[in-house]
């Protein structure tokens, strides 16, 4: 399974990007999508994901991009966005996509990670 992170950038204060982050390979079932980031100097936080249970998929996001942060998943694509609006200057680091794929019914699931894209807020 490979992923493919999308979409950073440069962005003003209050400025909005979309990030994407698209699988492909022996794909069976995505238990779990998450969006984590790495400001300078510090550890990498998870930011925003979305967990998938019988009863439906649950979201959950850091306190600090509540509100602001969306994210959300194509099935038929097998790919997870992250729409970031108002963003600030602490928004700032760069962003990597984790999945957990199950790739057969043979095989447990697994921990992917996309390169990390550069989120960049400043004036």
């Known amino acids: 399974v490979q992923l493919q992170a999308s979409g950073g950038g440069l962005v003003q204060p209050g400025g909005s990007l979309r990030l994407s982050c698209a699988a492909s390979?022996?794909?069976?079932?995505?238990?779990?999508m998450g969006w984590y980031r790495q400001a300078p100097g510090k550890q990498r936080e998870l930011v925003a994901s979305?967990?998938?249970?019988?009863?439906?998929?649950?979201?959950n996001y850091v306190d600090s991009v509540k509100g602001r942060f969306t994210i959300s998943r194509d099935n038929a694509k097998n790919m997870v966005n992250l729409q970031m609006n108002s963003l600030k200057p602490e928004d700032t680091g760069v962003y990597f996509c984790?999945?957990?794929?199950?790739?057969?019914?043979?095989?447990?699931?697994?921990?992917?990670w996309g390169q990390g894209t550069q989120v960049t807020v400043s004036s």
């Open positions: 979305i967990t998938s249970f019988t009863s439906g998929d649950r979201t």
């Open positions: 984790n999945l957990v794929v199950q790739s057969s019914y043979v095989t447990g699931p697994r921990s992917y």
């Open positions: 390979g022996s794909i069976l079932s995505i238990n779990f």
